[in-house]
């Protein structure tokens, strides 16, 4: 399965604990489908984080996305950590029952040659 898009979600260095992010609506194409889905989150404080990649000063933020395509529904709920000029650098998804799905870690940063 493939999917495409992109979400923006702008990042405040000084934003207080569960302060909350702007709302998003977005589509979300996988293969020939489109979904309706919708993301709110929250601030969640400063953290830092120690990856392979190196240690970084984080900004935590709690995710809720919902997505609709016909009869079917869906909700996610995730953690990210965000690295000032890096970007994700930890991200923790979860079950609608709390229980960790998917943890992903930032591995390494390579420069782009020009190729």
């Known amino acids: 399965m493939h999917a495409e898009g ?4 702008p990042i405040k260095e000084n934003a207080g604990m569960d ?8 589509t979300q194409k996988i293969g020939p489908m489109r ?3 919708s993301l709110e989150g ?3 404080g400063k953290e ?8 970084f000063d984080c900004i935590k933020i709690y995710t809720e996305s919902k ?3 016909m009869l079917f529904s869906e909700k996610e709920y995730s953690m990210s950590w965000y690295a000032k000029g890096v970007g ?5 998804r979860y079950n609608k029952r709390g229980k960790l799905q998917e943890n992903m870690t930032l591995e390494a940063i390579r420069k782009q040659g020009n190729n």
């Open 67 to 69: 997505a609709k395509f």
């Open 42 to 44: 929250k601030y969640k």
């Open 35 to 37: 979904m309706k889905a």
């Open 19 to 26: 302060e909350e992010l702007p709302p998003c609506k977005y």
């Open 48 to 55: 830092r984080v120690h990856t392979p990649a190196g240690d």
């Open 6 to 9: 992109r979400i923006s979600i």
């Open 88 to 92: 994700i650098v930890k991200e923790e």
